[in-house]
């Protein structure tokens, strides 16, 4: 069960709000100030650049730069609320659907009028969120028209091309960038992928002006530890500068002997790297990245060599499986370090690695394998030792390892957000049916979900670069 | 000029790789890399020979 904390020390934080576990209703939301709309576009876009918000959906990338690209780009521009998240460690993006859809919604305005967009769609996989936010679009209609589109719950559905192809009606499976969704997304006009939790951020820009700094320089985390028995996962917000090492106290890890950082996409840091503070620019200068903000401790006993090959096994199955370097790519690392963790890898299976590490970055035309690149050096750089011991035997922790539920011990549940007292629990209006794989879909597993390429329809000749493929992550993603 | 490569389009014929050897390298699986974004001064009917070869239309060629 995943915990929603609210540290004593810590100021309570703006997104997370007074009760994130009940969905706040529309009066609620306006009591606060919500859709209040005292900021003009203009100035809430000059607020974004000066506040220097990020954006939280992975990659980081300054928020205002990107709302004024697609404002820039052309009319008729349409947002998105990017919801989908992929990362099996994270549950920030679906706690904020289901506990604060009109946050969400305020901020989709916001952007709306910011990149003077016509419509918005807000993209999820999570049931319970849809729902939520269909309920939150009755209760308070949206000035512009916004439309729920259903996707299925992958590591690459929430990709900024594979959100534009399946809102436009195609597979969310990502495309070759350029064109970047700013420049042509959907239907072809400019359009803006932005994560949930930026959205929300953007709203509260525009409604508190004492705070717009504390605003950008927060952040949801979701954290959790590694290994049978380990402490349960919680979903915190917390301040840039908080130590890697405090947020392990938090959850109940002292001492932890490293970190699995950013969802899958930071790769693996050492235990000196936990006197970091979780900030995007210092992390990223340390050669990891705050990513999603989902952190998985690894305590004292667990075994970093198993934890890379859990990850690199859950990359391999979730490959779109569209470019055969990725395909072959996350086969060979997975299977380099699964080697590892039963004791029956080559002696030369560290080169190889360590090749892998460098020749594999941007070549797939999602970050899918850059993460799994990224693992595979991270593992080598900051745990060498573990590493070698390896190619003799495998160590405690590896030797009773399933490898047939690398996604379960990846994955945090969802934390519980109740209906609020005053409304019904089903207004009884039809609802569009829930999202249908086109494919037969088992639980969670490591064996390839998508349809190999040769099935899929093909795409229209995209431009194309090898050079600007580039993680999303938006991902990550953007 | 560039010269560009769809990773989702190329199946490793390896025949881009035949035409302009300067240009594109094979990995270990035979899938294309190029090795330069920018085509060098000089190669740049290579450059268009070898976004021709490719029978799934992986490569191109921009200004």
Redesign the interface.
Known sequence: MTAIRRPAALRPGPVLGAAPDVTESADAYRAAGGYAGATGPDDLLAHLAASGLRGRGGAGFPAAVKLRAVRDAGPAAVVVANGEEGEPGSVKDRWLLRARPHLVLDGLAQAAAITGAARGYVYLSDPVAADRVRRALAEHPPALPVEVVAAPHTYVAGEETAVVRRIDGGPALP??KPPRPFERGVGGAPTLVANVETLARIALTAARPGQRTRIARSTLVTLAAAGPGAAPPALLEVPYGVTLSDLAAEIGVPGPGGALMGGLFGGLVGAPALGLALDPDALAAAGTALGCGAVRFLPAGACPVAVAADAVAHLAAESAR?????V??TAAVGGALAALTAGTARPGVLDDLERWSG?LRG???CGLLDAAAGLAGSLLRAFPGPVRSHLAAPCPACAGRSAAQCAERLTVAVPEVTEPAGLPADDGRPRPPPYAAPHPRPGPSCTPRHPS?RTAPA?P???????L?HPHHQRGTP | M?L?????????YGLCQEHAPELVEL?E?G?A??ID?AVPAGAEDTARACADSCPN??L?V?R
């Open positions: 495309a070759a569209q470019c055969g370097v990725c072959s790519g020749g070549r797939g035309a390429p795409e000749s995209d431009p194309l670069s090898s050079a493929l | 560039k560009l490569l769809d990773s989702t389009r190329c199946q490793g990995d699986w899938y890399q190029v974004l239309s992986a191109r921009e």
